[in-house]
């Protein structure tokens, strides 16, 4: 069923959210983010993303500076560790694109593939990510995302008890040459600029006060207390129950959208198109919290 939001002037128009049939994700209708929003047309479009873990409003036209200024109603705007196809007056906003321009790629390029919670590996994860379309293929390059809430409502409860209790190592250069082989290795600098932390398996969302799981295979290297091989089996399989594709949205996009996710309750990874299709989207996120547990 739909949202209906009244605004508080009678000259703003009336937002409507519309839900997914997946248990995530909504479009956000009504809404010109190329203007300042009030503070009562944010305040509910932030309670959809509580309600929903991923918004997306089509058919925006934004540049750097706007996008960058809707990104900021959120929280503080993150400026990323690896600093590279940035806007040079702009640091917080990311170009990810397969466009060349006098044979240098403009963007990052097949980032992400991989099921992931942004910046997981830091100290404060990211809060909410942001993609803005520019251009997009016909077909591919979906966008897809696993509801990590239902991922741990779903377990049974002997093992949602055992999890509550446990810490999970996030490595950033765990499998990053790996899962990135066609990009320049690490340096040593960039490795340890960005060392290991540890995170709980199990974070209460401050918002909604909902447990989710925080897990990803490529990402997490070592369950607390366990023997790796314990580790591994244990996170492989949450990863594989999270993202069944009963609890998967998959975002199709189209030039225009605006694409916003909360990272405390979700996964996400990009996937494949043919690379003799153009794509060009610029990315945001805002700094978050150290997550905090679960307790029994």
């Known amino acids: 069923m739909n949202v209906n939001v009244t605004a508080n002037s009678p000259r703003e128009s009336v937002i409507t959210a519309v839900p997914m049939a997946a248990p995530l994700g909504a479009e956000i209708r009504g809404v010109d983010l190329s203007t300042p929003l009030t503070a009562a047309s944010f305040a509910q479009i932030l309670g959809v993303l509580h309600r929903r873990g991923v918004i997306f409003f089509r058919g925006q036209n934004l540049a750097p500076e706007q996008l960058a200024a809707f990104s900021a109603c959120f929280g503080e705007l993150d400026v990323h560790h690896m600093t590279e196809h940035v806007f040079p007056h702009l640091p917080q906003v990311r170009v990810l694109s397969n466009v060349k321009k006098d044979g240098r790629s403009?963007?990052?390029?097949?980032?992400?593939m991989h099921w992931h919670s942004d910046l997981s590996y830091k100290p404060r994860p990211a809060l909410v990510t942001l993609l803005y379309a520019v251009e997009c293929p016909p077909q591919g390059a979906d966008t897809q995302?696993?509801?990590?809430y239902a991922a741990f409502d779903e377990l049974p409860d002997e093992q949602r008890r055992r999890l509550q209790g446990l810490r999970?190592?996030?490595d950033r250069n765990y499998r990053y040459a790996a899962l990135y082989p066609e990009r320049p290795p690490l340096t040593p600098e960039q490795i340890a600029k960005v060392p290991p932390v540890e995170h709980p398996l199990v974070r209460i969302h401050p918002a909604t006060g909902r447990p989710a799981l925080f897990v990803a295979k490529d990402v997490v290297s070592q369950i607390v207390g366990m023997s790796q091989q314990e580790s591994r089996a244990l996170i492989d399989g949450l990863e594989a129950f999270a993202t069944r594709p009963e609890r998967i949205y998959s975002h199709k996009w189209q030039a225009g959208d605006v694409l916003v996710w909360d990272n405390r309750c979700t996964l996400h990874?990009?996937?494949?198109y043919a690379p003799t299709h153009r794509r060009t989207l610029y990315r945001t996120q805002v700094k978050g919290e150290a997550p905090l547990p679960a307790v029994h």
Do not use: S
């Open 145 to 148: 995302f696993a509801d990590m």
């Open 106 to 112: 403009i963007g990052i390029t097949k980032g992400g």
């Open 168 to 170: 999970a190592v996030h």
């Open 269 to 272: 990874r990009a996937t494949p």
